[in-house]
């Protein structure tokens, strides 16, 4: 199935092995290659290992170029960078910041969502969250779906400021996080679904809370969904990306106004 894990017969360990010899004897002969003439016994041990540095250097530019193209392919095959970054022995958010873009969603670029269309135009999305973590990990997720301007504010306060503001564009989803500073989700939810010029936009809450008071509460204020943040960062991804799917590809959205 797409995406799925591969398996090798060997450790990790026992493949580096393998590949250091591979390598190691693929530089001597271009290294042997390249050189004009065999150098005289002065200085030839010494020319030998400039020329075996050079040609290292530029296998190693080949494999990375090598890896990018092998990275497009996996997630063109379904993967995501979970699995190309443990392919790599390096963490989720590793694979990201060494090939960013794998997910850009037009026909030329690898899609991890096949089924998705492209937008006439990029989503507008409000991110109401103070964990500056949370709010990368969220604008990490989104990224991965498509095009998406994202705001980002830390409270209540600046959320009703920004969506009040004459030159604001009118947002095609909010997510509100419950526990803020000056104005807290549960305050500002109230006001939103309050306010006949804002009540439409839908609202999902975004938060660690499990709370059943907090829960009801957010239903009774008209919330449209509650989400109950996941602590495994893959799940976490998985749990934004979900909201997203549904409420900017799935679910049908009132008019701007």
């Not at 959320?159 to 807290?184: C, F, G, K, Q, S």
């Amino acid at each position: 199935m797409p995406g799925k894990n591969f398996v090798l017969r060997t450790t990790p360990e026992e493949t580096s092995v393998v590949a250091d010899a591979a390598v190691g004897q693929l530089a001597r002969r271009l290294a042997v290659q390249l050189l004009e003439e065999e150098p005289s016994s002065a200085d030839g041990d010494s020319a030998r290992a400039l020329a075996l540095l050079h040609v290292l250097d530029q296998l190693q530019q080949a494999a990375e170029r090598l890896q990018r193209g092998a990275a497009v392919t996996a997630a063109r095959a379904g993967a995501g960078y979970p699995q190309i970054g443990a392919a790599c022995g390096m963490s989720r958010q590793g694979a990201r910041r060494r090939w960013p873009g794998l997910f850009n969603h037009t026909h030329e670029a690898p899609m991890e969502h096949p089924m998705m269309t492209t937008p006439a135009r990029p989503f507008d999305v409000l991110l109401v969250e103070d964990d500056m973590a949370d709010a990368l990990l969220i604008e990490e997720a989104l990224s991965e779906r498509g095009a998406r301007n994202l705001v980002q504010v830390t409270d209540g306060v600046a959320a009703l400021e920004h969506l009040r503001a004459p030159a604001t564009v009118r947002p095609d989803l909010i997510v509100l996080d419950l526990n803020m500073p000056r104005m807290n989700g549960r305050d500002l939810l109230r006001i939103l679904k309050k306010d006949e010029s804002l009540q439409t936009i839908p609202v999902v809450v975004l938060t660690t809370s499990t709370a059943p008071d907090d829960v009801a509460d957010a239903y009774s204020s008209h919330a449209n969904a509650y989400v109950t943040k996941p602590v495994n960062l893959e799940e976490f991804e998985q749990a934004v990306q979900s909201i997203d799917a549904f409420y900017l590809d799935t679910a049908t959205r009132p008019p701007r106004t």
